[in-house]
């Protein structure tokens, strides 16, 4: 039997390896087809970015440099709460002539908030591309801010919190921020506690404007049927009153702590959550696309889901928990979230409480053993699924001018497809070893659980886990 297992995972392998490597093959003739990113800096200090793209609609958004960590335990809150007052009506229309003009054109507007940016967007017809524009500088300039709104989307957050809570992955990434960042407003969460939700006046929010509302940290991007010259002339016009950024802003470099928050539950037949997080790198760090591979080589893992069997998969990580846990282990999905000055990289898994000891266990040791196991075709595996998540991730127009505006807020330039595609295809298994042996073996770890936790090995026992090795 084992024998057969053995040709059917050959054969599965050959199979997609023939198909992944067709599929890579497109992407990266695709990638040296690139259009070109305009960037034009105003002199403001706005940069107005663009790529062509011969679709017929057009994403036109502006991304801050602004976000959660740039708050403080009193107005934690405060930049999520913004971008829920940004539709509800400016000096120059009301909320119900926003949404008209919207829908009028066919379009649609939208925002979000995370720890570093904060995001409005418009997407429409690119013969719209002004009125888009026009819209986002009212609303972002103009917003009324008024009481009775206000008042209104405390409610709102109050029960977006409430579904949040329900997301038990979600929660515990928070938690584990907070653990992680300790002291640090990269811990805060993005959307604040309730106090503080219950308590933002328009002031608070007019102070967070002026401090973080800076024209040089700010993006304007489009892509689709967008000419550059128009999209300058638009943004020079329209966003005429931002004021001039003083420089870079002072920033502390947040500490890392290995630390744990758990939250111990007996309710009868529930699983066990968890979340472990090493120290990872920022965007910027040279090392940033080696823990991207990484993450790729960990993968993920869910019981009883997947094409292919977990027993006969090419990741060993996910074929030893199959064979050697059984379905006591639930799932599991590797991390790995950069910021401007650090970053948060491990997994987040669920199991049964019988299972939590084990399962924590061989995570542990298949992380922290890549600084000294690693072979070419797991290496090799994980660039072209990173390959492939990058090219799947450039798909419509929002995701690219997204693409554009992110890079210009962390890089201060669009890296061509074409150079990520080399730096990818240069990192070989001594650089995965060299970069888990730095960062991942025998480090200290972040930990948040949840559920029934009777199995949960001490933070002590975790931290000693990171140096095992096995003979």
């Known amino acids: 039997m084992r024998f057969v297992h ?28 690139q259009p070109p990113t305009k960037v034009t800096r105003l002199a403001s200090g706005m940069r107005v970015a663009s790529q062509y793209t011969p679709d017929e609609t057009v994403t036109v958004g502006v991304w801050i440099d602004a976000g959660s960590r740039f708050e403080t335990k009193e107005n934690n809150g405060t930049a999520h709460f913004l971008e829920h007052m940004a539709f509800k009506g400016t000096k120059r229309r009301s909320r119900i002539q926003l949404e008209q003009e919207i829908e009028n054109m066919g379009g649609h507007l939208n925002a979000y908030t995370s720890r570093e940016q904060t995001v409005y967007y418009a997407k429409c017809f690119g013969s719209d591309l002004r009125n888009g524009v026009d819209i ?3 609303i972002l300039q103009h917003s009324t801010l008024d009481p009775g709104p206000l008042d209104f989307e405390r409610g709102v957050i109050l029960r977006e919190m409430e579904e949040v809570e329900k997301t038990t992955e979600e929660v515990l990434l928070d938690r584990l921020h907070l653990t992680a960042f ?11 506690p309730v106090e503080n939700i219950q308590s933002i006046t328009r002031e608070h929010l007019r102070e967070y404007v002026e401090t973080n509302y800076l024209a040089d940290r700010i993006v304007v991007a489009a892509a689709g049927p967008v000419d550059h010259g128009e999209l300058v002339q638009h943004s020079e016009e329209l966003f005429c009153h931002f004021r001039p950024g003083t420089g870079k802003r002072k920033e502390e470099t947040p500490s890392f702590y290995g630390a744990e928050l758990l939250y111990r539950s007996e309710e009868e037949n529930s699983l066990a959550h968890f979340a472990v997080g090493f120290e990872g790198v920022s965007w910027t760090h040279p090392d940033s696309l080696t823990f991207m591979v990484i993450q790729s080589i960990v993968g993920n893992y869910k019981r009883n889901e997947g094409l292919v069997p977990a027993k006969l998969s090419s990741n060993r990580i996910t074929n030893s928990i199959a064979s050697n846990l059984g379905p006591g282990a639930e799932s599991f999905s590797a991390f790995n979230t950069s910021y401007k000055d650090t970053g948060l990289f491990g997994f ?18 298949a992380v922290s053993n890549l600084a000294f196991s690693v072979t070419e075709e797991e290496v090799e595996r994980g660039k072209r699924q990173l390959k492939t998540t990058l090219f799947g991730s450039l798909d419509s127009t929002t995701a690219i001018a997204e693409d554009i505006a992110r890079q210009l807020l962390v890089y201060g330039r669009r890296i061509p497809l074409a150079e990520l595609l080399l730096r990818l295809d240069a990192i070989n ?27 949960m090995p001490a933070l002590a026992e975790l931290r000693r886990r990171t140096a095992a090795r096995r003979f």
């Open 6 to 33: 053995t040709l059917i995972r050959h054969a599965i392998r050959s199979l997609y390896g023939r198909a992944r490597r067709m599929s890579s093959l497109q992407g990266e003739l695709a990638a040296y087809q």
């Open 136 to 138: 986002l500088a009212d």
């Open 182 to 192: 300790h002291g640090s407003p990269l811990g805060f969460t993005i959307l604040g």
């Open 348 to 365: 987040y898994g669920e199991s049964d409480e019988d299972t939590l000891d084990g399962y924590l266990d061989e995570l542990l040791f």
């Open 429 to 455: 298994i001594e650089d995965v070893k060299r970069v888990a042996r730095e960062h991942l073996f025998d480090k200290d770890v972040a930990v948040t659980a949840l559920g029934p936790l009777s199995r």
